[in-house]
């Protein structure tokens, strides 16, 4: 059948209509709305794979949104939404030899990432890496010290003072009560955040000041089946009312070996705060 010419226009026209509707835009907005619903990061990036990408990609933006929990691999889908790849995952030989090994999936907890829950939310958490100083103690008299400093006065993370759990990774040749800390950090005029890690005047210790260490409770998971090779799942809470301040749960990763994770030769800092 011959169409006409007012026939093609309106062909056209719909098919224009249909591919402009099938994806709805998404944003910077929408990833951030996503994240403070709790949204798993693989719902996530589902919606940035399935919508029509309208980000904003500039230094600031991408700091925002690591802020607001956005994972290393949603950071990649926003800079980078063509290649968002959330089908299953390829069959790799190498798998296939050693079933023994648990492949890493959707739902996996990265050991670079430390899970907080808040009633039956669960939302991620990443670390950052501290500027260490040292100082002397009454103009010397009280010996040296060390600090871990943290940028800003407040962290961006803020969260009630009671009913919050940590998921953290532990790696399975370490105890979870040596491989982790909770600490309260102090406020400083210069617009930081420290606690100290050791220090001295005859002789020198290191590890966070016992004063500014909050008691917590740990327990391995029944549920292993979100743990990466390698790691066990453990609940961490503070034991009693975390009053307001900052705080970090501190990782030693810089101690205690996380092969394939934490490349940096440093402990891994998950800042918060209680207001």
């Known amino acids: ?19 402009q509707s099938a994806a709805a835009p998404i944003s910077n907005v929408d990833v951030i709305k996503l994240l403070e619903a709790g949204m798993p990061e693989d719902v996530v990036l589902q919606a940035i794979a399935s919508g029509q990408p309208k980000f904003n990609t500039s230094t600031d933006a991408l700091v925002q949104l690591k802020k607001k929990g956005a994972t290393p691999a949603i950071l990649k889908a926003v800079l980078n939404p063509a290649a968002v790849s959330v089908g299953p995952p390829p ?8 079933p023994a ?20 939310q669960e939302s991620t958490m990443q670390y950052m890496v ?46 979870a009560a040596g491989y982790l800390t909770l600490a309260n950090f102090a406020v400083r005029n210069n617009g930081t955040r420290e606690v100290s890690m050791g220090g001295g005047y005859i002789s020198y210790s290191t590890g966070i000041n016992k004063d500014r260490v ?50 940096q030769a440093a402990n891994s800092y998950f800042d918060f705060g209680v207001d």
């Open 214 to 263: 909050v008691a917590i409770k740990s327990e391995a998971l029944a549920d292993q089946s979100r743990a990466r090779d390698g790691f066990v799942l453990h609940k961490i809470a503070p034991e009693g009312i975390l009053p307001s301040g900052e705080y970090a749960l501190v990782l030693y990763t810089a101690e205690v070996r996380t092969a394939g994770f934490f490349a």
């Open 1 to 19: 059948m011959k169409l006409n010419a007012r026939t093609w226009s309106l062909l056209f026209a719909l098919a224009m209509w249909a591919g």
């Open 91 to 98: 069959i790799d030989a190498r798998s296939v030899a050693a």
């Open 130 to 175: 501290p500027t260490i100083r040292t100082g002397l103690r009454a103009l010397g008299f009280g010996g040296v010290a060390t600090y871990a400093t943290l940028q800003g006065t407040k962290a961006a993370r803020r969260l009630p003072n009671t009913g919050v759990e940590f998921i953290v990774s532990v790696p399975r040749n370490a105890q």
């Open 101 to 120: 090994t648990k492949p890493a999936t959707v739902n996996t907890v990265n050991p670079e990432e430390v899970l907080v829950a808040v009633g039956d």
